[in-house]
């Protein structure tokens, strides 16, 4: 059994000109190749496995990242089925005395994989406080929706 806990990642970036797009802001792909390796991470720690994306939730971009900023990403995992794992990634700024600014928050599913590609169970994710139960429920009914979407119901 895991926890939250046992995978969370903390990944940080400075945005350097080759990561900005025309408008002085980050390329959205860039942040969203961030998030994906963090998400990775997370999903890796938790399965000790190799793993791969399924999904990608909504990503809603709330404010802009300039250049020169600080870019903070927080990953965990919020909930698990038999062979998916739901990983919430938060991004923020940060100023140079510490403050954060929220930024995008991004859920992503991802599976473990054996050595040859094939999907394989993994471990439950065990919540300890109550936001995690709370955000736990939460991931349920995400991934039923994800699963209507996916047989068209949706």
Request: with cysteine.
């Amino acid at each position: 059994m895991r926890t939250v806990q046992d995978s969370c990642v903390e990944h940080v970036e400075i945005v350097f000109q080759q990561h900005i797009n025309s408008q002085g802001r980050l390329f959205g792909g860039v942040l969203m190749a961030w998030i994906d390796v963090v998400a990775a991470v997370v999903a890796r720690r938790h399965s000790h496995m190799e793993v791969s994306t399924a999904s990608v939730d909504s990503l809603v971009f709330k404010k802009p990242i300039y250049l020169s900023d600080t870019v903070v990403l927080v990953g965990n995992i919020t909930w698990t089925g038999k062979r998916a794992m739901e990983v919430r990634v938060d991004t923020y700024t940060e100023t140079l005395k510490g403050k954060r600014t929220h930024v995008n928050r991004a859920y992503l599913v991802l599976v473990a994989v054996d050595g040859v590609g094939n999907i394989v169970p993994i471990e439950p994710l065990v919540p300890q406080t109550q936001e995690q139960e709370e955000e736990f429920m939460s991931g349920e009914k995400r991934q039923a929706l994800r699963i209507k979407r996916k047989e068209g119901d949706y």
